[in-house]
């Protein structure tokens, strides 16, 4: 029998880590799994030590040559990391850094690039460099001014389907063989983890795939005195080699928390450790992470963004997963509010949800002139002619937008234009439902 030591055993059950149970007295070898809920998560408790303390020490090293909001360390810390296990993950958010010129955009995303997984800063990404290396490296972009941009209309298309595992772009090749030309088709993997940055932001639709943060000019001057020096800094260096020696993946992949969300979702009605432990020992060990995770009422594609952060933030530890469970809270809300204010169609559902009265005013019989309600809505907005940030209003999006919400209950042609009667109803239930959103987080 293996030697009784303390460096053998479990440190919560006793049973031995090599895979025998210690407390069965017979001599049959007996696997510890059997027995250990536990055991998955402490086999693997040398690497959670090593992702704890490079957690720390990236943290400690972006404190050195970035000024940033504090708690933005803790989430780009949790994101690097992530990076060298991202394909454990069903998707991976990008990180998105939004800010004026001199804030240490660039050197902030270098630092990133440097310290995650086979990190490269691309100065010029195109469709064709994004898909053919996007599933071997971390990607860089700077100055990505031009996103929004009819020319990178594929570019974007692409982006907004990276963040997702699962996504390919298949090609058509052309093949020498002794028989003659063939053609082929090869796919390509897209999912990466990407970071962007520029000064004017970023567009909506690849915007709701990226964790966005905002950098501020720094007046900090042992910082912004610093030079680049990655290559010779001992601390990097050490970072960079336990992160890609050490078995982050293995640890990750490992954890049941990885794929039983869902049976947390399905079974959540009678979820209780009782039945859990009966019928999902598997998942017994994660009912805790579950729950908070659960608690925090993010949902959607926040939640699809967030949850590799939470599982790494709760390899390292719980109160690094409840501080980032709190900060993610603090960000999707913030996003959310930002997207009644600025989202085009919130605009126009919360208009039309507060105008019955005016409209019923001025309408015939309920039927409401078209034109009349653009006219309205350039109002509600404050519209000015010469403002860039209106050019998209126009009648024509504003009655797309009544068909698109299916706000109209009826429509004719009248002599002076479209007539319509409208379902202010249905527009005052999607309205709530944005405010009902907002009181959850």
């Known amino acids: 029998m293996?030697?009784?030591?303390?460096?053998?055993?479990?440190?919560?059950?006793k049973f031995w880590k090599e895979g025998m149970c210690n407390v069965n007295s017979t001599p049959e070898k007996t696997a510890a799994e059997t027995h250990c809920p536990m055991w998955e998560e402490n086999l693997h408790e040398e690497e959670r030590d090593i992702i704890k303390i490079n957690y720390e020490n990236i943290i400690k090293v972006l404190k050195k040559y970035c000024d940033l909001r504090e708690e933005y360390y803790s989430l780009?810390?949790?994101?690097?990391?992530?990076?060298?296990?991202?394909?454990?993950?069903?998707?991976?958010?990008?990180?998105?850094?939004?800010?004026?010129?001199?804030?240490?955009?660039?050197?902030?995303?270098?630092?990133?690039?440097?310290?995650?997984?086979?990190?490269v800063m691309v100065n010029s990404l195109s469709e064709s460099v994004l898909f053919r290396t996007a599933g071997q490296r971390?990607?860089?972009?700077?100055?990505?001014?031009?996103?929004?941009?009819?020319?990178?209309?594929?570019?974007?298309?692409?982006?907004?389907?990276?963040?997702?595992?699962?996504?390919?772009?298949?090609r058509v090749k052309k093949k020498y063989t002794e028989e003659g030309d063939e053609w082929v088709i090869e796919k390509y993997d897209v999912y990466a983890p990407i970071i962007m940055a520029n000064i004017y932001g970023m567009d909506e639709v690849l915007g709701d795939r990226c964790l966005s943060l905002i950098l501020e000019k720094s007046g900090n001057k042992k910082i912004t005195r610093l030079l680049?020096?990655?290559?010779?800094?001992?601390?990097?260096?050490?970072?960079?080699?336990?992160?890609?020696?050490?078995?982050?993946?293995?640890?990750?992949?490992?954890?049941?928390?990885?794929?039983?969300?869902?049976?947390y979702v399905v079974r959540e009605t009678d979820y209780t450790l009782s039945t859990l432990y009966t019928s999902l020992t598997p998942l017994y060990?994660?009912?805790?992470?579950?729950?908070?995770?659960?608690?925090?009422?993010?949902?959607?594609?926040?939640?699809?963004?967030?949850?590799?952060?939470?599982?790494?933030?709760?390899?390292?530890?719980?109160?690094?997963?409840?501080?980032?469970?709190?900060?993610?809270?603090?960000?999707?809300?913030?996003?959310?509010?930002?997207?009644?204010?600025?989202?085009?169609?919130?605009?126009?559902?919360?208009?039309?949800?507060?105008?019955?009265?005016?409209?019923?005013?001025?309408?015939?019989?309920?039927?409401i002139k078209e034109k009349a309600i653009f006219e309205k809505f350039k109002d509600w907005v404050g519209?000015?002619?010469?403002?860039?940030?209106?050019?998209?209003?126009?009648?024509?999006?504003?009655g797309k937008a009544l068909k698109r919400h299916n706000f109209v209950l009826g429509k004719k042609r009248h002599s002076r234009g479209m007539i319509v009667k409208l379902d202010f109803k249905k527009a005052m239930l999607q309205a709530g439902l944005f405010k009902q959103e907002e009181k959850v987080l």
């Not at 293996?2 to 059950?13: M, N």
């Not at 050490?246 to 969300?261: A, E, F, H």
Request: proline share 1%.
């Open 76 to 119: 780009i810390a949790l994101w690097i990391i992530g990076t060298y296990a991202h394909k454990s993950f069903v998707t991976y958010p990008y990180l998105f850094f939004n800010a004026m010129k001199g804030s240490g955009k660039s050197r902030t995303i270098k630092l990133i690039l440097y310290l995650s997984w086979n990190g």
């Open 138 to 170: 971390t990607l860089g972009i700077d100055e990505f001014e031009h996103v929004a941009s009819k020319e990178k209309q594929l570019l974007r298309e692409l982006l907004n389907s990276a963040y997702k595992k699962g996504t390919c772009v298949e």
């Open 285 to 367: 060990t994660a009912i805790h992470f579950y729950e908070k995770v659960d608690k925090s009422g993010i949902d959607s594609r926040h939640l699809e963004l967030f949850f590799p952060l939470f599982l790494i933030a709760d390899v390292i530890g719980e109160d690094v997963l409840d501080k980032t469970i709190n900060l993610a809270k603090e960000i999707v809300c913030e996003k959310k509010i930002d997207d009644v204010m600025e989202s085009r169609d919130v605009m126009f559902i919360n208009f039309i949800a507060n105008s019955e009265s005016y409209f019923e005013a001025i309408a015939e019989e309920g039927w």
């Open 2 to 13: 293996i030697e009784d030591t303390a460096e053998h055993l479990c440190k919560v059950c």
């Open 228 to 263: 680049e020096l990655f290559d010779t800094d001992k601390e990097i260096q050490e970072i960079k080699r336990t992160l890609v020696y050490s078995s982050v993946m293995t640890c990750l992949q490992n954890n049941v928390k990885v794929d039983g969300w869902n049976d």
């Open 383 to 398: 519209f000015e002619e010469k403002d860039d940030e209106f050019k998209w209003l126009n009648t024509r999006w504003a």
